[in-house]
């Protein structure tokens, strides 16, 4: 890339440099702010994994330490598995239903930008206040689901109070903010042409076989892109946990990331919680790049068939 | 003339803007600190201007109706103080949530306050990381006295056994005690709990108080310990004669010894077996808006264990009369309950601030002045650290209203002054033990799915992991 745009720099006319400059002077904030606010401590992170460190007093060299103790740790193992039950049951559940959303605001109904606002509308809202919302609703006597469930003679389980319930519980709750994703669905069941649709009706597909033959493979991009995303903030899951149970009880809501926030902060080991940091880094970009190695036998781009 | 910016135009500004601030980047910081504060005290020093301190304070403070702990600093405290020390300015940094982490931040970057307010665990934290001024010598040379004017319950606390300096000066001090509802005992023709009652008493009158509906269901819990910290109910261990862990080192568990063991149980049994005591997770999902305050005119419980905190909600909710506060039931061998003060303690950076004694002169004036600690009581309703103060404080309360004339508050100043009242029995590392000692509490008491002797195997590993920690700090 640098090679590229030092060659354009020789090859190419003075209007041309002035176009790199100007481009170059628009991405310089952002450029700075990366490298000093994310790249930066990025490596500065990764530099800290490999010493015992609390940044007050000492700083040891210690190699690969931190990271054998890290798997020593039955703590880490349990919040490793925390994470993935939550990631693995978030994504799924928070795809489907907000693609399910996204069809039914796809039809022609009565206000429906008054529906979408409405679907769309939690997901400005700050997790914290989320947290706080949804604490009311698990409450289980007077919360809204117990009381729902009581409506059909259940009753409900004491939910974030109990070391069963309160993952399952924190799961439930992240279909809160589906209506970021049902935006995105939403988008991209508008631009599939009507012409396929048409066809597929010339050829006598009922709506299942065009639900599954057209729109599926038309929105795997979005699929991709959502998916994706959701694996990595879903790996990534604190706050919740972090307000509305403190990782308990009996650490059944420890996440990797409260894990590491604790080893930091409260034990003051910050060189250890950069190694745990690291490793949940590596289980996300393997996530990633396995899923993006996938893509290419299931994800459809439209413009590649013309190519 | 045309106003439209063009390309020329554009990059010579972004240019000129880049070219600024990379020249104000590379100006030479001014001298005399290598911080934030440290800049600016000595800056003034040589304008001859005034010192400024950085004082970090929690602004949730105030107890007293109408009063907010920031204002009252800014148009009343500071004022105060400047007229007798001119040569200052106070910064005031409200502390906001997630405090401890901003300040440990602050910490590795150097640039903490100068003055911060804390608590127990977290400033034995950072005392033993070498972040806090050694106020001792200071208080040995200006308040000699120091040991004789400041409740023992509060000052003791703020010397730490393991790095042996003064870490801080007390701002208040917050006493468990037992709030009691009357109608509830009356209803039930139950006698009101004596001052020097027992455990076996306390659980009595909890299971004579609880009260159920026609198919068995507990309307009322007859009582409730302190909830909200499961490591709270450590203090019965202390009242069936036990320890928490060693005197000496910190480090070796003790709370799968006989009485630790005996006073856990108490508690679960009247908590799981006969439910006389409510579970946490009853009260929290009772509905009652605020479970910390509202337990007793909800009825939800007749007595509560509770931070001395509740006065003037309890004058709003509840009749005139209609309620009052008893001691702690006595163990089999001790009456214990927690007495945990706030603190103020300095940053170790301004040695080299250049504002050294004009910070140790405001924490004086905070920490040892009496009309800065009265009105700890008269602003913000809580129990001063000077004992002089702490007498004349439930006067305060009742002059700020007048419904609390009634009620028993000499009872937690003698809670105080008799040593009922007591700091917590913290581990070396306090952190790592929680690590361990809060998930096995949860599952005896929040969930009631273990028996109290798991403690017997996790006080080892308490231990070990202690030892294991002390192992890797060198």
Redesign the interface.
Known sequence: MAMRLARQWRVGSSQKR?DL??AY?CL?PWMVGFLSFVFGPMLFSLGLSFF?S?????T?FVGFENYRDLFNED?FWKSLRVTFIYAFSTVPLGSCLALMIALILNQKLLGLGIWRTIYYLPTVISGVAVSLLWLQIF?????LLNNFLAIFGVEGP?WL???TWALPSLIIMSVWGVGANMLLYLAGLQGIPTHLYEAATIDGANSIRKFWHVTIPMLTPTIFFNVTIGLIYAFQFFTQAFIMTEG????ATLSMVLFLY?KA????RFGYASAAAWVLFAIIITFTLIFQYSSRRWVYYEGEAAR | MSNRLT?RD??RL??GI?GTAALAACAPAPAGGDTMAGDSAAASDADGERTQIRFASFDWFANVPGIQWAEYHQDEAFPRYYEEHPEVEILWEPHGDGW??KV?TN??AGTAPDVMSTWPPIIN?WAE???LLDLQPLVDQDVPDADDIFLAAGWDQCWDQITQIRMAMVTNIDVTSVYYSKPAFDELGVAYPEQDWSVDDCAATACALTKKDDDGEITRWGGQLRPSYVLGYFYYVEAWGGMVRDDETLMECMLGEEEALAAFEWIRHNMWDLNCLAQ??QV????IPNTWTGVLPADIVAFAERSADQFFDLADQMEEGSWDINHIPTGPVDRVCMGAPDQWCVYKGVADRGNHDDVWNWVKWIGAGEWYQDNVARRSGRLPGLASSADKWPGFLREIDGRLEPVNLEVIVDQLKTGEARGPQLFR?Q??A??LL??AM??IY??G?EPVSILVDISQQVTEAQHATLE???
């Open positions: 002035q400059i100007t002077l310089l015992r609390d940044l007050l007093t000492s040891f703590l409450n289980p006597r007077a919360g004491s109070y109990s070391s308990g009880p009996n650490n604790r902060f409260l034990q003051i | 390309r554009m990059l972004s240019a880049a401890s982490t440990l910490m590795a934290t990381k070498g972040q946490r997770n929290n999902a009772s509905g590392f952190s790592v929680e690590e809060v998930p949860e599952a929040v969930e799915s890797r700090m060198g």
